[in-house]
Structure formats: structure tokens, C-alpha cells
């Protein structure tokens, strides 16, 4: 993969396109925001001398029959190159059509039975549009089948190009600054104490954590090109990180949150977060995040995280949203982020941590 970062490095788009010389662009994009975030007027200029067509077709939380649509679309067209723009979606959206449109069908047991290698000619370039998701530096791609979330992992899905431009993020609203924000930073701190964690993801984590801790809160009140840049490039490498180590708990408890509750994926694993952190701190040092948060405990972590949540508006509380419905969350939670986080819980731990007496 190869990544160019910083403002105005979607600049880049051209001469890549040249170099690999690129005929026909299958452009995906967000239906609305791709246009009103004036975001289109750069990728427009930058395709100017190119033939595209785009495909925009897909729900927020993309469904295998949404895949299945943009595969159909893919293949009439046959383009050279897919160029993703957009949020994780779109992202996730270009990886699947680009990795399995090689499958002469593609179901359920496609996504579940894992996937075989197969050649792939064409090139993928992502563009990330928000600060969050991290999926521009991810070999993973999400797909909802019967409103549950399927996590599809292979070396091809991995971008080609990433283009991580601040200046592509400038008017991005502030709610999804704080809870594509709020994301960047939980997969940070999820990266650094998994059991999948190496020297290298961890050092990927706390660079990431360095742009965005003492970004997020100015980004979303008086936002400048360097907040933005910081975001932008927090948000990349805690991509990266978690590419290396996968997430945990705090993504594994957020799923259930999105699908039953409709809050937006950043959002929701930032509300799960905080009942994680001491417990998961215990099993491994994090001074190094300590520092970066400028406290001296997890416990003092756990409440600059709230506080953190309550400055940016997104704070609120689990046992609040759930009420009587803790079990069914909890038997929903992805047992294959069970498996990466550092301590493990029993069912009876679980319920313990959304007693409404907790000091949440």
C-alpha cells in the first residue's frame, strides 16, 4: 500500500493515475455528502481527463445485497481502478466490490466460509472523508447480513492508495467530527492493550492518540486546517494499529448498539468504552497512553474519557439505553473480539457492569 498524507494530497490522484495508466474509474461515494461536503469538486477536478461512472446505491451500514449491486454495476462497466471517497462505508463498500466480484456468486457462505485467494487486475485507491474509521489503512471490510455485522479480512483488500487529505474532511459537521473522532481514538486504545498487539501496532497507537487526544475537543468547536490535518492523520494510523492487533471488547459490545439502537459506530463504541477501561488497564501497562491523556491512573483515564465524551455531546449512559434489555446485548456481543481483548469477562461480570449502580 502506498499512502500519501497530508493537505492537498489528493493532488496525488492524477499522476497515479497516469503512472498506472488508468483508462476507466469506478467511482464510490457517499449518495448526498460526497456533494454537499464539496468534496466532489477535488475528485472531479482530479478525474477531469478520465472516463468514470459512479456508484453511490448503498445503505449506511452496507448490506450484502448492497455488495451485490455495486459488484453487478462493477462488472458492466469494467473499469481499470475503484476509487472509494467517503466515510467507512464507502470504503467498505469499494473493498468488497473490488475483492469479490472475482466470485461467481456471492452469499452468505462467501462471507462466513472465508476467503480463498484469487487474482485481482484492477487497483483500489481509498479516500477517507471524515476522521475515524481508519478503514483507508485496513485489510477489513464490513458487511451487514439479517441486521448483523460480518467482518470480511483478506492481504487483497488492503487499498492499493490511500490518500489521507485533511482538507477533505473541512466541512465535515461537527456531530460526525466528534463520533468518527471518538472512533479513532477508542480502535487506538482497543490496538494497544490487545492480545494482538506487537511493537509495531503500539506504535502505531500512540501516534495516533498524539494527533487526536488534544485535538478532538478545538476540532469540533473552532475547527483549523491543522486540527483537521491532525484528525486526518490520527485517524490513519489508528488504522493501521488496528490492522496489526484487531479490535476488542469495546467494539465487540458496540454492534448491538448500531443495529438495535441506531447509533453511529464511532458513537456507540464510545459509550461502551469507559465500563472497559480499568478493568482491561489492569492487564498491561499503559503509562505510555497515561501521558498522552495526562493522567496517573486508569481510573483518572476513565473519567477524562467521560468527561471527554460529555465535552463533544456524545456522552450517555449504557444502563440507561439498554434498561431491561442487558442480556440480549450481552449474548449479542462478537465472540471473535471476546477472544482479542486482555482480561476476559464471565456472563455474571458483564451484567455486574451495567448495574444502574454503577458510577457511570
Not at 460480518?150 to 487529505?165: E, G, R
Not at 448500531?258 to 464511532?266: E, I, R, S
Not at 482479542?340 to 444502574?356: A, C, D, G, H
Request: hydrophobic share 40%.
Amino acid at each position: 500500500m502506498k499512502s500519501y498524507l497530508g493537505n492537498s494530497s489528493h493532488r496525488e490522484i492524477p499522476g497515479i493515475i497516469q503512472k498506472n495508466n488508468i483508462k476507466r474509474i469506478f467511482l464510490v461515494t457517499n449518495k448526498n455528502s460526497f456533494v454537499t461536503s464539496g468534496v466532489s469538486q477535488y475528485i472531479f477536478q482530479a478525474l477531469n481527463d478520465c472516463e468514470y461512472k459512479r456508484f453511490s446505491d448503498f445503505r449506511i451500514n452496507p448490506t450484502l445485497e448492497d455488495v451485490k449491486k455495486g459488484i453487478r454495476s462493477f462488472l458492466e462497466y469494467q473499469p481499470d481502478l475503484i476509487i472509494g471517497v467517503g466515510g467507512g462505508s464507502a470504503m467498505d463498500m469499494s473493498k468488497l466490490i473490488h475483492h469479490l466480484a472475482a466470485y461467481k456468486s456471492i452469499n452468505q457462505e462467501t462471507i462466513t466460509g472465508g476467503i480463498t485467494d484469487h487474482k485481482i487486475s484492477n487497483k483500489l485507491m481509498l479516500i477517507p472523508t471524515t476522521s475515524g474509521s481508519g478503514s483507508e489503512a485496513t485489510r477489513f471490510a464490513v458487511v451487514y447480513i439479517d441486521n448483523k455485522k460480518y467482518s470480511v479480512q483478506h492481504n487483497s483488500i488492503l487499498p492499493d492508495y490511500s490518500i489521507v487529505d485533511g482538507l477533505l474532511t473541512e466541512k465535515l459537521p461537527a456531530d460526525i467530527t466528534a463520533y468518527t473522532g471518538i472512533d479513532a481514538i477508542s480502535q487506538a486504545i482497543e490496538s494497544y492493550w490487545a492480545k494482538g498487539a506487537n511493537k509495531k501496532s503500539k506504535s502505531y497507537a500512540l501516534k495516533a492518540l498524539k494527533y487526536l487526544v488534544p485535538s478532538i475537543r478545538d476540532v469540533i468547536v473552532k475547527p483549523t486546517h491543522e486540527l483537521r490535518e491532525n484528525m486526518a492523520l490520527g485517524a490513519f494510523y489508528a488504522g493501521k494499529a488496528i490492522d496489526i492487533s484487531k479490535t476488542t471488547l469495546p467494539h465487540a459490545c458496540s454492534y448491538y448498539l448500531t443495529t438495535k439502537y441506531g447509533f453511529p459506530h464511532g458513537h456507540a463504541v464510545g459509550i461502551v468504552l469507559p465500563y472497559f477501561l480499568v478493568a482491561n488497564a489492569a492487564a498491561l501497562d499503559i503509562t505510555p497512553i497515561l501521558r498522552i491523556f495526562k493522567v496517573r491512573s486508569a481510573l483518572e483515564l476513565k473519567t477524562q474519557f467521560i468527561t471527554m465524551m460529555k465535552e463533544i455531546g456524545l456522552y450517555q449512559s449504557l444502563e440507561y439505553i439498554l434498561k431491561d434489555d442487558v442480556e440480549c446485548f450481552i449474548n449479542a456481543i462478537n465472540p471473535e473480539r471476546l477472544k482479542n481483548n486482555p482480561v476476559t469477562f464471565t456472563k455474571e461480570q458483564f451484567t455486574s457492569l451495567f448495574n444502574p449502580k454503577d458510577d457511570l
